[in-house]
């Protein structure tokens, strides 16, 4: 759930962990995987990386921000097509080198114009689209 006021939280306590204490672990590029989940219907819709910056932009914000690997600089999803993503939760997995983001789309989130980037199912060699 998102704050009201500041950061959105982040939420961690397995008992190998120091409780509570949210440690992100970057590779060595400095990025973490990241995975956007429609929070309403759990359809995953992208995956993209983060680094540092852009994990505080998305706390400070409630958007989704990223590190474009190709571009070498930080985006916000739908800075210029206004296709965003509302960043609703954030879960951290077990060696905190990954997030998903449940997220709150408004449109499309690929860049193709399908809603998912992942429209498509592997059939033996061959891609087919999903119905």
């Not at 120091?18 to 970057?26: I, Q, W």
């Not at 990386?49 to 852009?54: E, I, L, T």
Request: charged share 25%; proline share 5%.
């Amino acid at each position: 759930m998102m704050a009201e006021m500041g950061k959105l939280p982040i939420v961690t306590d397995l008992p190998s962990e120091r409780p509570g204490l949210f440690e992100p672990r970057f590779d060595a590029a400095g990025l973490l995987t990241a995975v956007a989940v429609d929070a309403a219907s759990g359809d995953i819709l992208m995956l993209a990386h983060m680094d540092a910056n852009a994990l505080e932009k998305t706390r400070e914000t409630g958007f989704a921000h990223f590190h474009s690997r190709s571009r070498g600089r930080l985006w916000m999803k739908g800075e210029s097509s206004g296709h965003t993503l509302r960043v609703v939760e954030i879960r951290v997995d077990c060696d905190q080198d990954a997030i998903v983001l449940r997220v709150e789309p408004a449109g499309p989130a690929c860049h193709t114009g399908a809603q998912t980037c992942f429209y498509r199912v592997l059939k033996d060699d061959r891609l087919v689209l999903l119905d």
